[in-house]
């Protein structure tokens, strides 16, 4: 260890905490560019593989199935593996239709589940806005390799979702990977599929 | 002249008279609502009509939207009126989207979960029930739904609060902005408040309203606006809009008809003098319909505003006919008067008595008001003329010479049989028009009576749309003696329903039986549930080849005893929920009897097909389940008064033709009488029916009118001493003019009933007066 390096250092730290605004400034660009590049796309078709490990059940459970995005606010994910189920959002409400049965939810009754929702529909719609309504956003990687992490801000949130981590290649969204608050986990691989 | 010993006596008995008309007047109620028009003696589905109108759940809500300034005020501004409002006892529930009953409303149904379900069964309890339940349940915890089931999991393995949430149709419900309830538009705020009060208690509906609006009041911003709906506010705002233009109205004929008089008489104590028949017989109206309905409508004092042009006009007769020129004796002139006049005027009133009497049979207690009322107000007036009036006149009483008017009117008269042919042309055209629109002369929808403005039938569409308000049209009733009885037929309906819910017949339905299962259910239910032991050992062989332990299911097996041995549900359960208001509403006890309504929502987009539905409802062989279309129900309603009425019309005719024919004892003379006033009643139909007005009732009554007041002048045209003396052409002109001032301005009032009864009136009243003279007999020619 020589001291004459010290001073070196301390330049080098002052010049990194500097910067720091101006990182920080850049990255919210980043983010801005992101949703930007997100929104561009007005409707999307994809299929996905869904990974859940829910501490209840002794193994996890796998499905896969396909994902329909109109923009701003119509989504649907359609489960063809292992049992046949849709789960659509248009709006405010929420149409889950499983076997014969058909449940229409009101978002607005289930903020929790609206939060949930609004994380994903917002990133596809690339609504910055929305997104912070209930998140706090980071954004990691490059504009080839990027990952959004989503942190709840408000309490009610934060006991049903520790984190939401959306990766993706340029405007298309690869995985989301879901951190519920007790340890509960889903990650979702999604492969973009020529429109139909 | 000091009035003679029978003077005073008559005197003290019309005074005693007013006096008691006016205790009764002052202790009478005024209603403007549409609940007059309903019938006194109803069918099943007309009563149910009628209950729903009065005091049905529809009846009792108003839609509040606020408007202007920005969203996140109105929300605020929302919860603000929402949380005074709640503290008020008028209301029994204030919904603006805050989630203030939701927790209870979710308690409620998780804690009696396997009272409520109709999925409890003993098989659903069994392996494979649990088996299947469990696989489900399962597959939703992995669903995005997932979120919602899990803590409920342990306890609800079966997802039997999944299956009551499910149920729990909230589709149209709007959507939240800031924490309240927002247009789609997003222009307003939203507020659906239920008044305890009935919607057929008018006075408690404006409290309710005046409430509203100080809430609002106390805490609005200026650029806000508040705008209400709603079947009592409708109610309040039109007995506003008649009681304000009825006494507008009045306050304008009463001076036009004073002016009138003025200029005939020139003397203040004769308009004074003329004009007390006319409070009297009005009074004597008002108090008679008091007496006899319990209640006035607000049409039938707009009816009484007219009336004064026809009571005027015995006054008229008595002062100016028996002004004879030269004559320095009025006392003498006015016994001569009554012994050369009086019976022609009292046979014009028998007319009109024989006509409005007719009205009185009509099973419309509204049209039955009129009816009493003209009676009344008929009698009182021209025996006020006759027996009070006379003994009143001062000694020099006077009025002003009319006779060159008169003799104006004998001159035209003279050359009046000159237009016969000109008459028959325009009759015949009439009958033409008529003809020709025969389809289409009236109108018989129940919305044509409604005093309700355009713009605020369009208000509460608009707002009515944005809430997804019930619109009760549909409806399946169900009737029994006990409140178990109906609610188990209609849970046996709410299966039918279910049916063609499934089969997309339907949108959706409301039952009571959800949110308060028979007695008989809850047992069913409560019995299929296994005892721990059993339930213990199907759990362990139903969760094989599924991804849980059965050791997570310990709360489940806890619940489940616990729900073997709860006290049933009874109403006091859903106290301060959500859905006690549904059952309230839903299910209704008169006396011994019991109704469940279960109202029906259309398939977006689409109409409901009646006849599938009550094929499938007649199917079930349940009996007293009646299907209703209330628009439907109330329309027919509305078609079967209207021929109702055109048939005592007929009927009020014929009766004035057998006391004419009884009086005079001649087909021709009595043919004289009729026809001038049947060409006046076909000529003012036919004007009508040009100028594109479709007939209601009030046009009827109208019509009744024009030939009650017409007959005075054909009477007073075939006395025999021919010819018609001047002043008594005077007199009808005089009599004729009053009267025309008096509907005449009804005609212009915007309220549609009034309008019609003016605009038939008025004009008839001057085509019986113009035939009464063109048809009269040719001698005097």
């Not at chain 1, 292992?82 to 709006?91: I, N, Q, R």
């Not at chain 2, 006194?40 to 007309?46: G, L």
């Amino acid at each position: 260890m020589t001291r004459p390096s010290y001073p070196l250092l301390r330049l080098m730290l002052l010049a990194a905490l500097m910067l720091m605004p101006a990182i920080g400034h850049a990255l919210d660009w980043d983010i801005d560019q992101l949703m930007r590049n997100l929104a561009q796309t007005r409707s999307d078709h994809a299929s996905f593989i869904e990974k859940k490990s829910i501490a209840m059940l002794d193994k996890p459970v796998e499905s896969s199935g396909e994902l329909f995005y109109t923009a701003p606010d119509h989504l649907e994910k359609r489960t063809l593996k292992p049992k046949a189920e849709s789960m659509t959002v248009d709006g405010g409400t929420l149409i889950i239709e499983r076997s014969r049965q058909k449940h229409r939810l009101q978002l607005q009754d289930y903020p929790e589940v609206a939060a949930f929702i609004d994380s994903i529909r917002g990133t596809l719609a690339g609504d910055r806005h929305a997104l912070e309504r209930n998140y706090r956003l980071s954004l990691e990687g490059t504009t080839e390799h990027w990952t959004l992490q989503l942190l709840p801000v408000n309490e009610k949130m934060q006991a049903v979702v520790k984190r939401i981590r959306i990766a993706g290649v340029r405007d298309a969204v690869r995985s989301i990977e879901i951190t519920q608050a007790d340890g509960d986990s889903s990650l979702m691989l999604i492969e973009k599929l020529t429109t139909p | 002249m000091r009035p003679t010993q029978r003077g005073r006596t008559a005197i003290a008995l019309w005074l005693a008279f007013i006096v008691a008309c006016s205790i009764i007047i002052s202790r009478s109620q005024f209603t403007a609502d549409l609940s007059a028009f309903l019938p006194k003696n109803p069918t099943p589905a007309q009563q149910l009509l009628l209950e729903q109108i009065r005091d049905g759940l529809a009846s009792r809500l108003i839609l509040a939207g606020i408007e202007g300034t920005d969203p996140a005020t109105r929300a605020a501004l929302s919860k603000q009126i929402a949380r005074v409002l709640r503290a008020d006892p008028a209301f029994v529930s204030v919904n603006n989207g805050e989630p203030v009953s939701a927790e209870r409303d979710r308690e409620y149904l998780f804690n009696n979960r396997y009272l409520l379900s109709p999925a409890v069964t003993p098989a659903r309890f069994g392996v494979d029930g649990l088996h299947a339940a469990l696989g489900d349940s399962i597959d939703l915890l992995a669903s995005p739904a997932g979120l919602l089931v899990k803590s409920l999991l342990p306890r609800d393995p079966t997802g039997e609060m999944v299956q009551l949430m499910g149920q729990m149709d909230s589709s149209s419900r709007p959507r939240m902005t800031d924490g309240a309830w927002a247009s789609k538009d997003g222009a307003r705020a939203l507020m659906l408040i239920q008044t305890r009060a009935s919607g057929a208690d008018t006075d408690a509906q404006q409290r309710a309203m005046t409430a509203i609006r100080q809430a609002f009041d106390t805490a609005a911003t200026p650029a806000a606006k508040l705008v209400m709906t709603g079947p009592g506010v409708f109610s309040v705002t039109s007995r506003e809009a008649i009681q304000s233009q009825v006494s507008r109205l009045s306050v304008i004929s009463i001076a036009l008809i004073a002016a009138l008089l003025l200029l005939v008489y020139r003397s203040f104590t004769a308009l004074a003098l003329g004009f007390l028949p006319v409070i009297s017989g009005a009074m004597a109206g008002i108090a008679a319909v008091s007496l006899g309905f319990g209640s006035v409508h607000g049409i039938t004092l707009g009816f009484g505003t007219a009336l004064i042009g026809e009571a005027v006009d015995y006054s008229i007769y008595l002062f100016v006919q028996s002004e004879q020129r030269g004559s320095d004796t009025p006392c003498a002139d006015k016994q001569s008067w009554i012994k050369r006049f009086w019976p022609t005027v009292r046979l014009g009133v028998l007319t009109s008595i024989f006509g409005f009497a007719s009205l009185l049979l009509s099973g419309f207690p509204g049209l039955a008001q009129l009816g009493l009322y003209s009676i009344a107000g008929l009698i009182a007036a021209a025996m006020v003329t006759r027996f009070v009036l006379p003994h009143l006149l001062p000694a020099n009483f006077r009025i002003h010479d009319v006779s060159a008017i008169g003799e104006v009117l004998s001159r035209l008269v003279k050359h009046a049989a000159k237009l016969r042919w000109a008459a028959a042309m325009l009759l015949l055209a009439a009958f033409a028009i008529l003809t020709l629109h025969r389809a289409s002369l009236w109108n018989d929808k129940i919305s044509s009576l409604s005093p309700v403005s355009a713009s605020d039938v369009a208000l509460d569409a608009s707002l009515r749309a944005d809430m997804g308000a019930p619109d009760v049209r549909y409806l399946v009733v169900v009737s029994g003696a006990s409140r178990e009885s109906v609610l188990q037929s209609a849970e046996q309906v709410s299966l039918t329903l279910q049916a063609q819910v499934d089969q997309g017949e339907l949108a959706g339905f409301e039952s009571p039986s959800r949110y308060l299962p028979s007695v008989a259910s809850q047992r069913a239910r409560q019995a299929s549930l296994p005892s721990p032991a059993e339930l213990k050992n199907s759990l362990a062989k139903a969760v094989r080849g599924l991804p849980v332990h059965a050791s997570l299911f310990t709360p489940f097996l806890t619940d489940i005893n616990a729900a073997r041995t709860q006290a049933l549900l009874q109403v006091a359960d859903l106290e301060k929920t959500s859905m006690a208001m549904a059952v309230d509403a839903l299910l209704i006890q008169q006396e011994n009897h019991w109704s469940a309504l279960l109202p029906l929502t259309a398939p977006g987009g689409g109409d409901i097909n009646a006849g599938r539905i009550s094929a499938a409802l007649s199917s079930t062989g349940l009996p007293d389940v009646l299907f209703v279309d209330m628009k439907a129900e109330s329309d027919s309603l509305y078609s079967g008064y209207l021929h109702e009425v055109i048939l005592l019309s007929l009927g009020g005719l014929v009766a004035i033709i057998g006391l004419l024919l009884l009086v005079f004892r001649s087909t021709r003379r009595v043919l004289r009488i009729i026809a001038p006033l049947a060409a006046a009643v076909i000529t003012v139909t036919a004007g009508l029916t040009v100028f594109g007005q479709q007939l209601i009732i009030l046009h009827l009554v109208g019509l009744l009118l024009v030939v009650a007041i017409g007959s005075n002048y054909a009477l007073f045209f075939d006395r025999t001493d021919s010819p018609v003396a001047p002043s008594t052409l005077a007199s009808m002109l005089f009599a004729n003019l009053t009267t025309v001032a008096g509907f005449g301005v009804l005609a212009f009032s915007n309220v549609s009933i009034l309008q019609a009864m003016g605009a038939t009136v008025a004009p008839g009243v001057i085509l019986a007066l113009i035939y009464a003279a063109i048809f009269a007999k040719k001698t005097h020619a």
